[in-house]
């Protein structure tokens, strides 16, 4: 299971950054995706990396906002947000995927436990 760490409070304008680790050499083969669900919603796309890191794939939304990056030797993967907005606020997830191919939630798999953070106005 991934597991997404980095959550908090933060005021709006502000950034912050989400980490995902990864267990065991085999998930660096692996694109890896960040979602998030906000309350009372339904968990939504934000990110994804190809598993070299030479393709990024953003949600409009978070488009200028956010940076995704990863580590292979660190087996780990990053969220950097910046410019943060009251509607960011959400638990967040990663996740991984042979390929990113599609940006549906329920497609992707090895979801750990996410990472809370809440975007004050």
């Known amino acids: 299971q991934l597991q997404a760490s980095g959550g908090g409070l933060v005021q709006a304008g502000g950034s912050l950054r989400l980490s995902c680790a990864a267990p065991g050499r085999t998930f660096s083969l692996y694109a890896k995706g960040w979602f998030r669900q906000a309350p009372g919603k339904e968990r939504e796309f934000v990110a994804a990396i190809t598993w070299s890191g030479s393709s990024t794939y953003y949600a409009d939304s978070v488009k200028g906002r956010f940076t995704i990056s990863r580590d292979n030797a660190k087996n780990t993967v990053y969220l950097q947000m910046n410019t943060l907005k009251p509607e960011d606020t959400a638990v967040y997830y990663c996740?991984?995927?042979?390929?990113?191919?599609?940006?549906?939630?329920?497609?992707?798999?090895?979801w750990g436990q996410g990472t809370e953070f809440t975007v004050s106005s």
């Open positions: 996740a991984a995927r042979s390929a990113v191919d599609t940006t549906t939630p329920r497609s992707w798999g090895s």
